[in-house]
């Protein structure tokens, strides 16, 4: 492994980050709320803990798979415990675990919370909460990729790591362009969130919140009744509409751009994405209503449709107490937090991909219970798939099932009932924030016991991460040297 490489890789995180609490000290100090001075303090350490990793001068300049791997878990790790700070030095929580536990929500999106009354935090904390959401919406080491000049195309292997989707090297010829065109059009669909909000009649500091929070499908509000709390069907129906887009893969933007129409509409991610948006929004409207908890159709329509897409995309903005909703809503609700966004956007979950070609493993092989000769390739957009790719699905899901079985159990050590400990579980796993029983659906997580919530904080890094890099950071078989 490239080590001196992967700690100057690390030291260009650092940079990043401490010019991003940079910008939170600029909106802290007009408002005067006392939060200024931590994030000065803050991007100080920042800055000199990525100075002494940044002046290494490492002769081998190459980054393999191995060291891909070794910088996003460490890279994820390192941001989350500084972006802490913030949180600590300005006297918003006292607790190292509940500040850490605020920067890992924020980072990996997920968008859950220890901090009540949120409406009293000072602005420029409000504000960094929100700022994490973003940077850690399409990856932080992408993030990185995009404003580095130099980055070669080795580094597609840090890319690979934390980027999910289809494989950034055949997408445009230049590892650094990937990143810029994505966070192109990340910026744009941020920009275009304010300036509706605005229109809206939203101000200015509620209106960036909620498009920083918008656009990376993180879910962090100003408002501790979230998107409720401006009880505007305008404003819901923009957050609605770019949660959803939001949850598309970004390259099929990109192949907008390029007019290449076809490709987009015939993406089978993306029809099972729509058809789940569309079939849930239905039948939770439909229950909603014939159980007379919304009075109206038009009511119960506005109010599904919001849950739907925000627990789809993984967003986890709420306008609505679904935990008094019916079971039936409640369990669709449930099945779209594990089904999540699609592959490559900024949501969390499975990932419709994985789904998809997982129903189409099972009855590939129940035909061969019927047709044992019979030899079928699974496609995926007319595409056969590779039979590597379909093992790594199930060994996907199969990991994705004992970890947070290990979660539950883990948590359940905190005697909370049932239902609150499973449903945090999957919120953290599936990067949602809110959930039902005792989380509740503005995301609270106060009530856990510090080994919870360092539980729930693990939860949140390994299902942004999507498993693979924090559990290789753990076997020793990853450390040892082998011939290349």
Same mark, same amino acid.
């Given at each position: 492994?490239?080590?001196?490489?992967?700690?100057?890789?690390?030291?260009?995180?650092?940079?990043?980050?401490?010019?991003?609490?940079?910008?939170?000290?600029?909106?802290?100090?007009?408002?005067?709320?006392?939060?200024?001075? =931590?994030?000065?303090?803050?991007?100080?350490?920042?800055?000199?803990?990525?100075?002494?990793?940044?002046?290494?001068?490492?002769?081998?300049?190459?980054?393999?798979?191995?060291?891909?791997?070794?910088?996003?878990? !460490?890279?994820?790790?390192?941001?989350?415990?500084?972006?802490?700070?913030?949180?600590?030095?300005?006297?918003?929580?006292?607790?190292?675990?509940?500040?850490?536990?605020?920067?890992?929500?924020?980072?990996?999106?997920?968008?859950?919370?220890?901090?009540?009354?949120?409406?009293?935090?000072?602005?420029?904390?409000? !504000?960094?909460?929100?700022?994490?959401?973003?940077?850690?919406?399409?990856?932080?080491?992408?993030?990185?990729? =995009?404003?580095?000049?130099? =980055?070669?195309?080795?580094?597609?292997?840090?890319?690979?790591?934390?980027?999910?989707?289809?494989?950034?090297?055949?997408?445009?010829?230049?590892?650094?362009?990937?990143?810029?065109?994505?966070?192109?059009?990340?910026?744009?669909?941020?920009?275009?969130?304010?300036?509706?909000?605005?229109?809206?009649?939203?101000?200015?500091?509620?209106?960036?919140?909620?498009?920083?929070?918008?656009?990376?499908?993180?879910?962090?509000?100003?408002?501790?009744?979230?998107?409720?709390?401006?009880?505007?069907?305008?404003?819901?129906?923009?957050?609605?509409?770019?949660?959803?887009?939001?949850?598309?893969?970004?390259?099929?933007?990109?192949?907008?751009?390029?007019?290449?129409?076809?490709?987009?509409?015939?993406?089978?991610?993306?029809?099972?994405?729509?058809?789940?948006?569309?079939?849930?929004?239905?039948?939770?409207?439909?229950?909603?209503?014939?159980?007379?908890?919304?009075?109206?159709?038009?009511?119960?329509?506005?109010?599904?449709?919001?849950?739907?897409?925000?627990?789809?995309?993984?967003?986890?903005?709420?306008?609505?107490?679904?935990?008094?909703?019916?079971?039936?809503?409640?369990?669709?609700?449930?099945?779209?937090?594990?089904?999540?966004?699609?592959?490559?956007?900024?949501?969390?979950?499975?990932?419709?991909?994985?789904?998809?070609?997982?129903?189409?493993?099972?009855?590939?092989?129940?035909?061969?219970?019927?047709?044992?000769?019979?030899?079928?390739?699974?496609?995926?957009?007319?595409?056969?798939?590779?039979?590597?790719?379909?093992?790594?699905?199930?060994?996907?899901?199969?990991?994705?099932?004992?970890?947070?079985?290990?979660?539950?159990?883990?948590?359940?050590?905190?005697?909370?009932?049932?239902?609150?400990?499973?449903?945090?579980?999957?919120?953290?796993?599936?990067?949602?924030?809110?959930?039902?029983?005792?989380?509740?659906?503005?995301?609270?997580?106060?009530?856990?016991?510090?080994?919870?919530?360092?539980?729930?904080?693990?939860?949140?890094?390994?299902?942004?991460?999507?498993?693979?890099?924090?559990?290789?950071?753990? =076997?020793?078989?990853?450390?040892?040297?082998?011939?290349?």
């Amino acid at each position: 492994m490239n080590y001196l490489m992967i700690f100057k890789s690390l030291g260009t995180l650092c940079y990043i980050e401490a010019a991003g609490m940079l910008i939170s000290f600029g909106i802290a100090l007009p408002g005067g709320d006392g939060g200024a001075p =931590a994030f000065l303090l803050s991007a100080l350490v920042t800055a000199a803990v990525g100075l002494g990793m940044s002046a290494l001068r490492p002769r081998n300049t190459d980054i393999y798979a191995k060291d891909g791997f070794a910088v996003v878990g !460490f890279g994820w790790l390192l941001v989350s415990v500084l972006g802490a700070l913030p949180f600590l030095l300005s006297g918003v929580t006292p607790f190292v675990v509940d500040a850490l536990f605020e920067s890992i929500s924020g980072f990996s999106t997920t968008g859950a919370s220890v901090l009540r009354a949120v409406e009293d935090l000072p602005r420029g904390i409000l !504000f960094w909460r929100s700022l994490t959401l973003w940077m850690g919406g399409l990856g932080f080491l992408v993030l990185m990729l =995009a404003i580095l000049p130099g =980055a070669r195309a080795n580094t597609v292997h840090i890319m690979r790591a934390e980027f999910p989707g289809p494989s950034p090297d055949k997408f445009v010829p230049k590892i650094g362009q990937v990143a810029k065109i994505l966070y192109g059009i990340y910026l744009a669909v941020t920009a275009a969130v304010f300036l509706l909000l605005l229109l809206g009649g939203m101000g200015p500091f509620d209106a960036a919140i909620h498009a920083l929070g918008t656009a990376s499908t993180g879910g962090f509000s100003s408002r501790s009744a979230s998107v409720g709390a401006f009880d505007s069907a305008y404003v819901e129906g923009v957050v609605t509409v770019f949660m959803l887009l939001s949850g598309v893969n970004f390259t099929l933007y990109y192949a907008l751009l390029k007019r290449n129409w076809r490709s987009v509409l015939r993406d089978e991610e993306l029809r099972l994405y729509a058809a789940a948006a569309l079939a849930a929004t239905a039948l939770v409207a439909l229950n909603l209503w014939s159980s007379g908890v919304s009075r109206a159709p038009g009511e119960a329509l506005r109010h599904a449709s919001f849950q739907v897409v925000s627990l789809l995309s993984t967003t986890g903005y709420t306008t609505a107490d679904f935990n008094v909703w019916p079971a039936l809503s409640q369990f669709v609700l449930f099945l779209l937090t594990v089904l999540g966004a699609t592959a490559g956007s900024t949501g969390g979950g499975l990932k419709c991909v994985r789904v998809l070609l997982l129903f189409k493993i099972a009855r590939r092989e129940v035909g061969k219970l019927i047709h044992p000769r019979s030899i079928r390739a699974v496609t995926i957009n007319g595409k056969a798939v590779e039979e590597s790719t379909l093992s790594g699905v199930v060994i996907f899901f199969f990991l994705y099932v004992v970890l947070a079985a290990a979660g539950i159990l883990v948590l359940s050590v905190d005697g909370k009932d049932l239902l609150s400990t499973i449903s945090a579980v999957f919120a953290a796993l599936n990067n949602i924030g809110p959930g039902l029983g005792l989380v509740e659906t503005t995301g609270h997580y106060a009530d856990f016991s510090t080994v919870g919530k360092l539980t729930l904080s693990l939860c949140m890094i390994v299902g942004r991460l999507e498993i693979y890099p924090v559990l290789l950071l753990c =076997a020793p078989t990853f450390w040892r040297r082998v011939n290349l």
